[in-house]
């Protein structure tokens, strides 16, 4: 037993000291290549590297620490159960016609102005709205308020309109096409100029829409929406960290976060690896474009391999280690809490608390993104097919850099909790320890420490892509 432990002790070590020499060793970065390519920030925040990770580390280990001054079992358990019921009923029918309806016009407004509208990503509404509306607004409005998608999806309108239901829907399948299609859908943002070109977005916009109404006709809407829609998936798991939720009597308040420990939410492993993906999508956007990932691209396209082919691998290749070092945490975890529990169990248990670690992520890239292009999204909007010739963007202040950290750690601290009301349970009882958690505090720790690196330094484009 005494070498086991020895053993995943030589591996967190390992793990923690290619994170750091990975993120010191980082000479630009960008939060991803869409917002890159349409966003004019360029600078970091205006403290060295070194600080920014020497801090983060300081506020990791003390979280760790203090955690379980926060309270014991019962504590978590009331913050998992405390709801405030809202019965609003006929409000909630009216609002998702509204949002429906909104849902329906945006898709028609998106792919008309993309057609015939102007040909410049950062002058095209169809663009702006995609990428400054739907990937950063409502994704941020998704975890901090509530999921707006279930009413908003216009795919899910058309497809309860058609006939429906020819097929069941594999079991065994669970979230798994879902995690496919997401992983593809961040290599073709990076690959194809959907950010600079028009048409090319509408293109994508309208293969996905053939590709999700056709699965919804299959299969169900409510299976294929809740199981294999990528975009559904994807708001519905950031949705359970907000504090508003949709239930049969109306809207439920809760603690932020406390819905992501509910059985209903990541119910197997296939959903567990969503979430991984969600994480992971987030950090590859940045890791490509450190300066050991252009590296790596440059000598593998130099090899004759094509770039296409090589982010994508790289993209899967990476995704693979990611889901080894955290079945690697689990386990070890799992034998340290002695609990009875599967290692799947476990695996699925462990996996939501990392949403808040994507949602961090996520509003450290894209708050100042969005706060950038507000301008030019209005002017857009006020004439989408005669936009002024220089639209309006708000260059943010240095210190909104700070911003961004602070979504970070705040994502960090929540992940943090969240674990350990799930090692309280999965201990059944037990005497718990901050070395019970040691594995999985190690990853999100690491996880934080990427995401700091990859805000705190001037942002750059990929090489060999045209966005």
Known sequence: ??????????????????????????????????????????????????????TGSVFVAASALLTPFGGGHGRAERFHHRTVGLHVDRLRRVGSLVLGVLGLAALAFIVTVGLVGPQIG????????????????????????????????????IATRLPNGYVSYPDRLGSWPAVGALLVLVWLELVLPVSSSPRMLVTVILAYSTFTIG????????????????????????????????TEDGLE????????????????VSAAAFVLALVWSVTYSGLIVTRPGIRTVEALVGIGLAPELVYFGLLVVGFALFLTVYWAAVVSTRRRTETRLSRRDVAVRFAPPLLAIAAGAHFAHYVGFTISLWPSLIDTLIAPFNPPENPNQYLLPAWFGFVEIAGILCGHVLAVWLSYAVSLECAAGKQWTIRTLLPVLTLIACLTLVSLALVSLPPTEAVYVTN
């Open 122 to 157: 950062s002058f095209s509404a169809a663009v702006l709205v995609t990428f400054v509306v739907g990937r950063a607004l409502l994704t941020i409005v998704a975890y901090t308020v509530g999921n707006p998608w279930y009413a908003l999806n216009p795919w899910r309108r």
């Open 253 to 268: 308040l809760r603690y932020p976060g406390a819905r992501v420990r509910d059985d209903d939410v990541v119910t197997d």
């Open 1 to 54: 037993m005494s070498g086991r432990s020895a053993q995943y002790r030589r591996t967190g070590l390992v793990i923690v000291l290619a994170v750091l020499t990975l993120t010191v060793g980082s000479g630009i970065v960008a939060a991803s290549n869409v917002a890159a390519g349409l966003s004019e920030r360029s600078v970091g925040i205006p403290i060295p590297l070194w600080l920014v990770l020497a």
């Open 215 to 246: 699965g919804a006709v299959a299969v169900g809407p409510d299976t294929w929406f809740r199981n294999a829609d990528p975009i559904s998936v994807w708001f519905r798991l950031y949705g359970a960290l907000a504090p508003v939720g949709r």
